[in-house]
Structures are given as structure tokens and as C-alpha cells.
């Protein structure tokens, strides 16, 4: 399993580097990301850009890193093909979510939220 992971200032972006998140390294890319994943970290963004199919497994990490990680980590998947989003609005998982076009509009858009909550304090 190939992933690559870089800090964009307080942000972690790991992008995974498979054509297929699924039942076979499921469990693996979910501790990667967890053991990558450090405490006191705000923001991740999971760049699945590559991820052409997922399956039940593939969605089960990421809703374990979900839980894992809480709710006060936004995390968020970037170039998500249409086929994988497709699972998540099968599962009704968009919710549990934030999507974003690719790495750097989920970058620029977690700015605009911290810009945005400054000038209203």
C-alpha cells in the first residue's frame, strides 16, 4: 500500500496512492492514517484522488478514523471520483463527511472558515 503525507501548516493531507480502497488493505490504511495522525491535530485531509472503486471495507476505515479521531478533527476527502462518492450517498455517509473538489480547494476553504470565525469575534 503506497500513501504519501505532507503538512500544509496545522493541516495533515495523506493521500493514498491505490486505484482501490477496499476489504484488502482497509485495516491498513486505517492505522496508517491513525498512527500518522498525531495528537492536538485540527485538520486532515485524505486525498483519494486516485481511488477509482471502494467498497464496504474501504468505507469502514474511514468511518473508523472518523471515530478514532472524533469530532473535533475536521477531516475531509479530497477528488473523490464519482463512483466512491456514489458509496458514500448509497450508505448515507455524506453527513459524516466534508468533501472537497481536490487537496488544494480543502485547504483554501478550511482558510475561509478561520477567516470567517476571526472577523466575527
Partial sequence: MQITERREGDHLV????????DH?????????????AGPGMSRLVLDLGAVLFMDSGGLGALVG??????WDVGIV???VHGPVH?????????????FAASVDAA??????L????????
Fill in 24 to 36: 484488502l488493505i482497509a485495516s491498513d490504511f486505517r492505522d496508517e492514517v491513525l498512527l500518522r
Fill in 114 to 121: 478561520r477567516r470567517e470565525s476571526v472577523q466575527r469575534t
Fill in 65 to 70: 478514523i472518523r471515530k478514532r479521531l472524533g
Fill in 107 to 112: 485547504l483554501r476553504a478550511t482558510q475561509t
Fill in 86 to 98: 456514489r458509496v458514500f450517498r448509497l450508505a448515507r455517509m455524506t453527513d459524516v463527511f466534508e
Fill in 77 to 79: 476527502l479530497a477528488a
Fill in 14 to 21: 495523506i493521500a493514498l496512492e491505490e486505484t482501490r480502497l
